[in-house]
């Protein structure tokens, strides 16, 4: 049996048992790793992210939580994937604990996590969450992209409750003054300033207009859409202007994206 040989970057030559294991990791038949050279890696709100393989629409992305984590209720809907806990991290899918943190704090008798491995399959709109244990959490995600979307990192296509400031809700405040007047305070999640705006509702039609000719459709009791509204002046004026849905803080945000594709086909 020939010895594994391994060179560095410095074209030194290894076949020790850690070149062993490194030949392991680079192999075909082992893990193989396959980075992309840009949208590697992402920090959200103590989640940190990095793609260890994209080939097309697959992706694995190592994703490391920072301790006691929660990940809010959310979707991926142009992803499908298997969550694949490695240590410290407990999953709900679809409201049903399928890890639980009693469990995450324990260990086999060699250390290892006894749920290092194990797996969901969350496929697109189903809502899942997670917590990490107190010593934080790490799992792979491992995807298929929808054959129309360039695959980046899985926080770019997430439907669901924010987690903090890095991922900024757009907060609207509504007063409404009489039948017809609206008082309208706009300010990003993480910013106590804003500016203000007048809105005038519209009783036959249930809509409301804003200035600059703006008028905002109702959905339903949780949810309207502002067609056009898309401020680009953050992409420097250049790109379309999209559609942008105003949804009811917390679950209610997980059927906005639905809601507003219904509309538009109609
Ligand atoms: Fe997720």
């Known amino acids: 049996m020939t010895a594994t040989l391994v060179r560095d970057a410095l ?8 070149a062993r294991l490194l030949s392991w990791v680079q192999g075909e038949q082992g893990c193989p790793l396959w980075p992309p050279v840009s949208s590697h890696v992402a920090w959200m709100d103590g989640v940190a992210t990095g793609a260890v393989y994209r080939n097309g629409q697959f992706q694995i992305e190592c994703c ?20 694949v806990a490695l240590a410290g991290m407990a999953f709900w899918h679809m409201n049903r604990p399928v890890v639980t943190l009693a469990e995450v704090g324990r260990a086999r008798a060699d250390g290892v996590s006894p749920f290092a491995f194990g797996c969901i399959r969350v496929e697109r709109d189903e809502v899942h969450h997670g917590q990490a244990g107190p010593e934080g959490g790490l799992f792979l995600s491992v995807q298929r992209w929808a054959s129309w979307r360039k695959p980046t990192t899985i926080a770019d ?12 809700a757009h907060v609207w405040e509504i007063r409404v003054i009489g039948d017809t007047l609206m008082d309208i305070h706009t300010r990003w999640e993480d910013k106590t300033e804003g500016h203000r705006m007048s809105g005038y509702f519209d009783v036959l039609i249930g809509a409301f207009s804003l200035g600059d000719g703006f008028t905002v459709v109702r959905l339903d009791s949780q949810h309207f859409v502002l067609p056009g509204w898309d401020t680009n002046d953050t992409r420097g004026g250049a790109g379309p202007h999209f559609d942008v849905v105003f949804s009811r803080p917390g679950i209610a945000e997980l059927s906005a994206r639905r809601l507003w594709e219904k509309w538009r086909s109609r």
């Open 11 to 18: 074209g030194r030559e290894f076949t020790d048992d850690l």
């Open 64 to 83: 490391i939580v920072s301790p006691n984590k929660f990940i809010t209720p959310h979707v991926h809907p142009d992803v499908d994937s298997f969550e």
């Open 157 to 168: 296509c997430w439907v669901g409750e924010t987690m903090g400031c890095d991922m900024p």
